[in-house]
């Protein structure tokens, strides 16, 4: 085990080197970084102005700040994958073969757990991923580092029109001797990097729907699995929390008492999406329930000690129900009496012109708005919802096409 490291590198300048408890960087010069999990799988990195994140099905997303101030986001593709991982690995042979003559020798043993995760292995763990998972469509910004569980998969409803998450999939609930075994893969895929993650999220789009005497059974199984809060003998690592998204409908089937069950089996927080408080618009949408039904299950949570994230989605409707969406949203947040251990969570809406959605949009000749338009539609809500008191809810932009896991 070491702190931080450095070493003067010919070709490259001083090279810094930080060995955490579940994570290895590399920093060149303090100007690129490259982060690695205790396995030696390439994690994060900031090279040439732009941050890769690598997905636990390794994928690579690359997120750069662009001209106009506004974040680009790419997904690489094999070939590009398989060159910035050659890129990545052939700076780290070259510094390996510098520490082999130096006094940091010890280092050694590192740099070669990093080298053995060469493109093709790391290209192998995607075909481990989806052995054990459906594909991880969305969690909220806060939960990116969570243990994703997929107690059950899909969407209850899915027949929102503006979200294709799941549709490549049905509704299916796991039985507790299934779920355990998904459990033990995700252990044996993780491995030690277990230890970066924060909490336990229970996918796919609302867990919570499922009948609570079931839903109870299955917390039972993550509280035998994981250390929760508290640790446990043998694990080096403890997760805080269990966190789900739930739909309205699903959210108004369960009672105060339910919730207050959910609270003891150390449920933190559940997220729900309003999308908006207007009810024209939230029909056309064909969100389950209703806003106003929405405004009541997110008191009765909160009630239960349970904190909210509430989803918006900034640019809904169009031009042609732009006012009455922005103002009806922050009625309807402003009713929910919130705090300051909730989230207000806004989704600017994306759209491929394809879906249900966009059909509806045309059909009422509604005109979606522009980046810059919905960029302010989206300040209104912060600006209108932002912290006044030190007890208010934080808001937050959830970017969709900035997530990966
Ligand atoms: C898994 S979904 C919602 C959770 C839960 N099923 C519900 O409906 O309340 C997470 C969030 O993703 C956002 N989302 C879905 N499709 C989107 C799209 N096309 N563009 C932007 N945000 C989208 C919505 O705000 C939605 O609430
Ligand atoms: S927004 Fe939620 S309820 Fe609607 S289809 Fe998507 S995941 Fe399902």
């Keep these: 085990m070491f702190g931080l490291r450095h070493l003067p590198v010919p070709g490259i300048g001083e090279v810094y080197f930080k060995r ?10 303090l100007q690129q970084h490259y982060s690695f999990d205790p396995a030696g799988r390439f994690m994060t990195g ?33 070939a590009e994958m398989q060159s910035f ?29 990093i080298l053995h995760w060469d493109y093709a292995r790391l290209y192998q763990e995607r075909a481990a991923f989806h ?24 969407c209850s409803w899915n027949k929102c029109t503006f979200c294709t998450f799941y549709r490549d999939r049905k509704f299916r609930v796991k039985c507790p001797t299934d779920f355990r075994l998904h459990i033990h893969k995700i252990k044996e895929l993780l491995g030690q990097a277990i230890g970066l993650r924060k909490s336990i999220f229970l996918g796919d789009a609302n867990a919570l ?26 694990d080096n690592y403890i997760l805080k929390g269990i966190y789900a998204f739930l739909d309205i409908f699903g959210a108004d089937r369960k009672t105060l008492d339910d919730y207050r069950e959910l609270r003891a089996y150390k449920m933190k927080r559940i997220y729900i999406g309003l999308e908006t408080g207007d009810d024209e618009l939230f029909e056309l949408l064909n969100k389950p329930g209703s806003p106003q039904a929405c405004v009541e299950s997110v008191r009765t949570i909160k009630q239960a000690g349970i904190a909210v994230g509430v989803i918006l989605l900034a640019g809904a409707g169009g031009d042609r129900f732009a006012v009455q969406h922005t103002d009806q949203s922050i009625a309807r947040i402003q009713a929910m009496g919130l705090d300051a251990g909730d989230l207000v969570y806004v989704s600017p809406l994306v759209v491929s012109g394809e879906e249900q959605y966009s059909q509806q949009l045309r ?40 997530f990966i896991y």
């Design 20 to 29: 955490q408890p579940h994570r290895i960087t590399i920093s060149e010069n």
């Design 85 to 113: 991982i050659n890129r990545i690995q052939s700076r780290v042979a070259h510094i390996s073969e510098h520490v082999a003559h130096s006094d940091q020798a010890d280092l050694l043993p590192y740099l070669r757990t």
């Design 209 to 234: 729907v499922i009948p609570q005497r079931r839903l109870l059974d299955l917390l039972q199984v993550i509280h035998e699995e994981f250390p929760i809060d508290a640790p446990r003998s043998g």
């Design 131 to 154: 052995d054990i998972y459906k594909p991880v469509s969305i969690l909220p910004p806060d939960q990116y580092l969570s243990v994703v569980l997929q107690m059950a998969e899909g």
């Design 46 to 78: 900031f090279l040439n102005g732009a941050n890769y994140r690598r997905g636990l099905d390794s994928t690579i997303l690359r997120k750069q700040i662009t001209n106009e101030a506004a974040k680009a986001c790419h997904r690489l593709s094999d």
């Design 363 to 402: 059909r009422i000749g509604a005109r979606a708005l522009d980046r810059h338009e919905m960029q302010r539609q989206a300040a209104m809500f912060k600006t209108a919802l932002r912290p006044t008191r030190t007890d208010s809810p934080k808001v937050s932009p959830y970017n969709i096409e900035e």
